[in-house]
Each structure stands twice: as C-alpha cells, then as structure tokens.
C-alpha cells in the first residue's frame, strides 16, 4: 500500500506555512504564476510529458488518451487562437461542451492565455445561459453546433460583448464571429510565447449550485492552483501513478478544482467520462481503468446504494485506495455503506464554490466519524461563530463575533481570510461579498458543530435550519435518520410553519424500489425517527414523492420543497434537474 501524504495530522498543521505549499509547484519561468503550467507544462519540464494526463471515456466507443505533451501543445494552439483572433490577456471565455477534450483544452488555453474561463453545464437552457454570459461580460463562447443553434443562436443581440463563437465539432458556421475551431487549432502554434499572470490574476469564474437561490458568480485567481495542489496532496492523498476519477462535470466548481486542475498539478491520469451516472458503467470504469482514487458526491452515492452492494460485488474495485464525496452532507449510512461495498469508509469533505478547495475533510489516515466533515486542512483555521436564534451573528461588548465553545452548540462555519483559493469577488455584487467578512473571518453560511477533537458536523445550510417548539434542528440529522429506515432511499426536510410550535418538521421522502406507500408504512417511519432523534426532532408529517427536486448537481432543494409546500413562488430555477 502506497503511503499517505499526510501522516501526522497535527504535525502537518502546526509545521505548515503557505510559502512550503508554494514551493511544490514550479511557478512560471521568470516569475509569476499560472494554473495551466503547473497542470500542464511543468510535467513536460520534468520529464513525464509521455505520461497519460487524460483519459476520455466517450459515450461509445474506446477510451481516447491525451499524454502531458499533447495536452501542452493543444493548449497552447487553444491559447494561440484566441490572440489570432484579437483577444489579449483578460479575455473572457465560457465554454458550454459536454465533457468532451475540447472543453479541457479550452479551460487550460484560456487559462495559458491569461484569460478568465468559466465552464458552463451543457444541459443548461439559454435563459441560464444568457444570465452568466452577459454576468460574467463573457467575449468567446465554445460550444457545438447544436448548443448554438437550440441556445445562444437567438440570445446574441443581447449578448453584445460576444465577440467569438468557436464551434467544435462538424457543422456549417454561421453568423457572426462564429467560427469552426478545428481549422483555427490546425493552423495553430504549437509552441506561444508565455503570457505573465501572477498569484492575483483573475483566472476561473464559477457559478454556484442555486442551492438557496439565484447562483452567485464567484471568480478566483491563479494563485487558487497552491491551494487545489495542496488539498490533492492532503484530502484526496494524490500521487503521480494514480488514476483518479471526480464524477463531477466542469460546470460545477468540483469538476473544474478537482476535475482539471489538482489532479493535473499532481501529474495523475485523470479519467473524464462523457456519459451520466450508470451504475453498471461506473464499477466497470472503475474495474477496467484502475481507479485508484474516486471524488464523487453524496447523491450519486446515494444511487448505488438504491442499486445495491451486490451490484458492486460483480466487479472488481480492489483497484481503490480512496472514495471521497462532496456536494450535500454525507449520510452516516452511506459512510459505512462505503465499507461494505468498496472495504473502506468513503471520506466526506466541505468546502463551497467560494473557497475554490476543499476546507474541512476525512482523511485516509484519520480514524472516520460516520456523518463527520472530518477535520480542516492545514494551513486553513476554521471556527464557529454564534448566532442568534434570528440568525445574527453573536457580537461582544467591543462588537466583534463570538466564537462558539461548547460541542453542543451549532455556529456558523468560519474560515481565516484570506488562503490562495478564496474567491476575490462575487460578480456584479460587491456588498455581498463585502457582507461574507467579518474580523478577517470569510462566513460560509453553513452551521456545524465541533467535537471536543476538532471534528466538524454539519448542522444545515443557516437557511435550512428548522426552529420547532424552541429548538433548533438540522434538517441533515433528521434525513440521516430517516434513511437508514430500510423502505426510504432519500429524504429532504423542512419547516412548516405552525402557529404553536413555530415550525413543524415535514419530511419528503423517497422509497426504495419496490416498496409500497401506505399508511401503516409512513407511520412506522415516524415511530422509527421517534425512537431515533426524540419527539421534537422527528418529523409530525411524512410525504411519498417520486422523486426529490435536486439542482444539475444532485443537491436537494429543500428551499423548492418549501416553496411547493406553502404554495410560494419557486424563484430561480436555473439550476433545477428537470424531472424533478
Ligand atoms: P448556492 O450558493 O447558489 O445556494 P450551493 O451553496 O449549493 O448553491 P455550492 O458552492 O456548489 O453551491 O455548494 C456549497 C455548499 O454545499 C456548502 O455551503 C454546503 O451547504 C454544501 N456542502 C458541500 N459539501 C458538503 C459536505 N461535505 N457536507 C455538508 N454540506 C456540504
Ligand atoms: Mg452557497
């Protein structure tokens, strides 16, 4: 067994400094920093240009692979098509690809060119589309004929600032600026004079979930690659012979931190599957590519659990060394489901669209607590602020926050400012960036709580934190429970208002295949949560749906579940699964 990174965990914290993170990656010859020569062309530097950096699994058909040099050259002719076409450092460039090559080169070319690059979900329709592309003042857009014919076609006369549209794929191009890229990549430079961006250079632009709202545009600079290398290192246990696989599309920030950029510092084979989640076909990539290491997230989890462990047990996963998720809390049950099915605990970890990388995480090394974030990295301090029962923070005499001492007692999860991969701004809305600090402390707006060993436990997101019958409770414990229930397969809950109590609770959940919903059933799961969590935690009323609505990236929305239950207007929608 490969030896982990990270051995002793308080030794690496307490011995870290930022400038020993720095020195593990290359920097940029004659100074400065870019997130695509530590990704790319440092391995080249070092020799490894023949080794594998991606390997593309298409829907059908074999597996495409693309070393470190290949990847150099293609990015550099991405980067040189877009000064050929008039565009300096500080383009702005959005790609709207399925998970196809062209969507990796075009992030890292962007990113060689000085650029800013903002990978969009392809499944996303052109209202979404329209909203981040003017937001985010958006000048060269790639994508495919038909993307461009069914969604931005008609957007461009409000679209001004596009300048460039380059089409991948066969189709006839047309209007203005739109232009076939194949034929601009194959005249091409393979070789591009360096383009100096430093730590502070604006580099990646990410829209969050929509989880609770209206996504936020939040852009991060190039100095986030010390922080994507170091969290590999530490929370994914990355080594160069890996083969590592994120589940998540670049549209989300874990597909880009995780799914393009650490993995490539690190000098991995990063494996990019075309196709959506299919049990059979995710334990056979596993089998087949030798997965070592698998980022993934609580709801696909969640999937092959509803599949079952003898599903698993058809394959051979002795390949994995790590399984981790992120995205929603994971589930004890889904901790321990991850032994049975894989021989080992998958390892939850926090972190958000804004702080770039993963925060607070299990560890390889670290014993699991079942339902845990786990602990933060080093170099990041965390704490809980107080809030009150309105959701303010708690202020001492000389007004600055308090911090919350007791285990017991939820606060707001808090992050020292700054580290290399905090979000520098949320677009279009600087008072609200403004209103994410206080005291040096960056407020995530999640509520945890903290064990007497410095083990986080997350409470809910501060939006979805149910007061009942003076009492505060996480809607998380709650599911946790409710899905360990065998008949429920997911659970999303919230508070219904009630004239006595404040808030009732109301679960929504999902059964397992096969089961039927009846009266007797929904009561056995409410005496089942009684015995679990007490009364005033438990849920008063039970809903069967078919499905739970969840965003693009597979996370509950409990504010639409809400919305649907009072009859409120749903709000923004944009990041909605359909279907759901
Ligand atoms: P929006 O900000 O638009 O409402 P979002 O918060 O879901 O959407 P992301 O930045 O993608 O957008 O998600 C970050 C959030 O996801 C965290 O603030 C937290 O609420 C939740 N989250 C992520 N990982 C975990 C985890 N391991 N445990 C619990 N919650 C998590
Ligand atoms: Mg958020």
């Not at 549209?165 to 232009?179: N, T």
Request: glycine share 12%; aromatic share 8%.
């Amino acid at each position: 067994m490969i030896p982990a990174n990270l051995g002793d965990y308080e030794a690496a914290r307490s011995g870290f400094s930022w400038a020993d993170a720095r020195s593990r990656l290359d920097g940029l010859p004659g100074g400065g920093c870019n997130i695509a020569h530590e990704a790319v062309d440092r391995h080249v530097l070092h020799g490894r240009g023949d080794h594998v950096a991606i390997r593309w699994i298409p829907k059908r058909g074999p597996a495409v692979d693309l070393t470190y040099d290949e990847l150099r050259r293609r990015t550099n002719r991405f980067a040189d098509v877009l000064g050929t076409l008039g565009h300096g450092p500080g383009v702005r460039v959005a790609t709207l690809l399925g998970r196809v090559p062209e969507l990796y080169v075009a992030v890292l070319g962007t990113l060689k060119a000085g650029g800013v690059v903002s990978p969009l979900f392809s499944a996303f329709g052109p209202e979404p589309i329209r909203q981040r592309l003017e937001l985010g003042g958006i000048d060269v857009l790639v994508t495919t004929p038909a993307f461009y014919r069914r969604k931005v076609e008609e957007l461009r006369p409000v679209l001004p600032a596009l300048r460039h549209v380059l089409l991948v794929g066969d189709g006839d191009a047309a209007g203005e600026g739109v232009l076939d890229l194949a034929p601009l990549l194959a005249a091409a430079r393979d070789e591009v004079p360096l383009v100096a961006t430093t730590e502070e250079t604006p580099a990646l632009l990410h829209f969050t979930s929509g989880t609770t709202g209206t996504p936020k545009g939040a852009l991060h600079v190039h100095g986030a690659v010390v922080a994507h290398h170091l969290t590999g290192l530490y929370a994914l246990d990355l080594h160069p012979d890996d083969v590592f696989w994120c589940t998540a599309d670049p549209g989300w920030v874990t597909g880009t931190s995780y799914g393009i950029v650490s993995p490539l510092t690190h000098g991995v084979t990063s494996i990019v599957d075309e196709a959506d989640f299919d049990a059979d076909r995710w334990y056979r990539t596993v089998q087949d590519q030798q997965v070592t290491v698998w980022y993934t997230a609580p709801t696909a989890v969640r999937m092959l659990m509803r599949v079952g462990v003898d599903v698993a047990r058809e394959y051979d996963l002795s390949s994995l060394r790590v399984v981790a998720s992120v995205g929603e809390p994971l589930n004890p049950e889904a901790v321990v489901w991850g032994e049975e099915a894989f021989g080992m605990a998958i390892l939850d970890n926090w972190w958000q669209t804004e702080t770039g990388g993963i925060m607070v995480a299990n560890y390889r090394t670290m014993p699991v607590r079942p339902g845990s974030m786990g602990r933060p990295l080093p170099g990041i301090d965390v704490t809980l602020l107080a809030r009150t029962e309105e959701g303010e923070l708690v202020l001492d005499a000389d007004g600055h926050p308090v911090e919350v001492t007791d285990p017991e007692e939820p606060g707001e999860l808090a992050i020292r400012a700054p580290w290399p991969s905090m979000f520098r701004e949320y677009l279009g809305m600087p008072e609200r960036y403004a209103k994410c600090f206080v005291d040096g402390w960056y407020r995530s707006g999640d509520l945890a709580t903290r064990d007497a060993d410095g083990y986080l436990w997350f409470v809910g997101r501060g939006d979805d934190v149910i007061k009942t019958a003076g009492h505060l409770v996480g809607p998380f414990e709650v599911e946790s429970v409710l899905i360990e229930h065998p008949a429920v397969s997911e659970a999303g809950v919230i508070g219904k208002p009630d004239p006595t109590a404040g808030s009732i609770i109301k679960a929504f959940v999902r059964l397992a295949p096969g089961v039927e919903d009846t009266e007797a059933l929904r009561s056995e799961i409410v005496g089942f949560a009684r015995g679990r969590l007490g009364t005033v935690a438990a849920p008063r009323e039970i809903e069967v749906v078919a499905d739970l609505p969840r965003t693009r990236s597979g996370k509950i929305m409990r504010r639409l579940l809400k919305a649907r239950e009072l009859g409120l207007p749903e709000g923004d929608l944009s990041t909605l699964e359909t279907g759901a």
